[in-house]
């Protein structure tokens, strides 16, 4: 390994597949993705998915699909604001529902996205 190869961990699934990610939890391979990886990886940080989870994490790989780049703070906020209300579309409900570095970080990482630029 050189210093420029990212270290890598694992995430097990139900079934016993093992998915590479990195020490952050960020898939390594996005075709990796699925359900039971994001359950898997939600798991691992102490996260219990719930419908509301599964809105955002759906509207990020949409948005990503159209867009090919993550979705900012300020798209899911405006986006949800309209799709629940201005209280559970707010910032700081967002970030309550994924508590490890936000939607856009936590939220990236169980929807199987790249961090986003500038993150380290």
Do not use: C
């Amino acid at each position: 390994m050189t210093l420029s190869e990212p270290v890598l961990t694992q995430t097990i699934l139900p079934d016993g597949t093992i998915i590479e990610t990195d020490t952050e939890g960020y898939l390594k391979n996005l075709d990796d993705w699925s359900e039971d990886f994001a359950r898997a990886r939600a798991a691992t940080e102490g996260l219990e998915l719930k419908p509301e989870h599964w809105e955002v994490i759906r509207f990020l790989r949409e948005y990503y699909e159209e867009h090919r780049v993550q979705a900012q703070v300020r798209v899911m906020i405006w986006h949800f604001s309209k799709v629940w209300d201005e209280q559970r579309g707010s910032n700081h409900n967002l970030h309550e529902l994924f508590p490890i570095g936000g939607p856009q970080k936590q939220g990236n990482r169980l929807a199987g996205l790249l961090k986003t630029k500038g993150e380290h």
